[in-house]
């Protein structure tokens, strides 16, 4: 783990820390540049490759191959359809307390987990059906 961030690594963990939503590399890169700053985007994703191995971003691939990022302090835990691509949050983690014991018995530092569950949404059934 790096003992001091780079700027554009500090600029991007701010932007992750003033919002909640997730973020691709370009929506940070664009997000940058609203700010009038600029910052290339193959430096933001070298910021977020950084911040991922030292476990303070998290990285999830969407359904359609897109990578978005957010805080790792900030569980984010999703049910995916596959059809529509429609993410929603999963509100109780099952998986917390399987970290905590893998970090024990695996001795295993744990920056974070994610768990995202695929299937068809309620709308795509329902489509689905009265097809």
């Known amino acids: 783990m790096p003992e001091k961030l780079t700027p554009h690594q500090r600029r991007v963990l701010e932007v992750l820390f003033s919002t909640p939503q997730e ?3 370009q929506d940070l890169h664009q997000e940058f540049g609203k700010q ?3 910052v290339g985007l193959a430096t933001v994703y070298r910021a977020l490759k950084v911040l991922q ?3 303070k971003v998290q ?4 359904p359609n191959g897109e990578a978005v990022y957010s805080l790792a302090s ?3 835990h999703h049910l995916t359809c596959v059809n529509c ?3 929603m949050p999963l509100m109780n983690c ?3 307390k399987l970290e905590q014991e893998l970090a024990q018995t695996q001795e295993f530092q744990v920056f974070y987990h994610t768990l995202e ?6 709308n795509c059934i329902e489509v689905e059906v009265s097809a």
């Open 74 to 76: 900030v569980h984010r």
């Open 23 to 25: 973020f691709s590399a």
């Open 53 to 55: 191995k030292c476990g």
């Open 36 to 38: 009038q700053q600029r």
């Open 59 to 62: 990285m999830r691939s969407l």
């Open 117 to 122: 569950v695929f299937g068809l949404c309620q």
């Open 85 to 87: 691509g429609t993410s």
């Open 94 to 96: 099952p998986v917390h």
